[in-house]
């Protein structure tokens, strides 16, 4: 069940769109200016895996111009407690990282 979850999230910065669209509905802009070391191509990517996963839900509004919004589904909700385990233990290991690199340079 480990390797059919880390697939559906697999894929550079698939998990900062989840991230990033756990708030509600983002459009491509936005997300492209919350996660900024993604490129345009690569994010229309992930977006496109997410969706046919069906992690996200893409909407084009009828707008002149129209626009395109994204969703999490109800999976894509169910992911957000993972990565939010995942982030908290991220900071304890920035926090012990930072601890030991402290204690590497007094030495």
């Known amino acids: 069940m480990l390797t059919e979850c880390m697939q559906v999230i697999a894929g550079a910065w698939?998990?900062?769109v989840i991230w990033s669209l756990r708030a509600g509905p983002r459009r491509f802009n936005e997300?492209?200016?919350?996660?900024?070391?993604?490129?345009s191509k690569v994010l229309s990517a992930r977006l496109s895996e997410l969706e046919s996963r069906g992690v996200l839900l893409r909407h084009v509004r009828s707008t002149s111009p129209p626009s395109v919004e994204y969703e999490l589904t109800d999976l894509g909700l169910e992911l957000i407690p993972a990565l939010e385990a995942i982030v908290q233990v991220g900071h304890k290991?920035?926090?012990l990282?930072?601890?030991?690199?402290?204690?590497d340079a007094a030495e």
Do not use: M, R, T
């Not at 997300?31 to 490129?39: A, G, R, T």
């Open 14 to 16: 698939a998990p900062n």
């Open 31 to 39: 997300l492209k200016s919350d996660i900024p070391p993604v490129s």
């Open 93 to 95: 290991l920035k926090q």
């Open 97 to 103: 990282q930072g601890y030991q690199f402290e204690q």
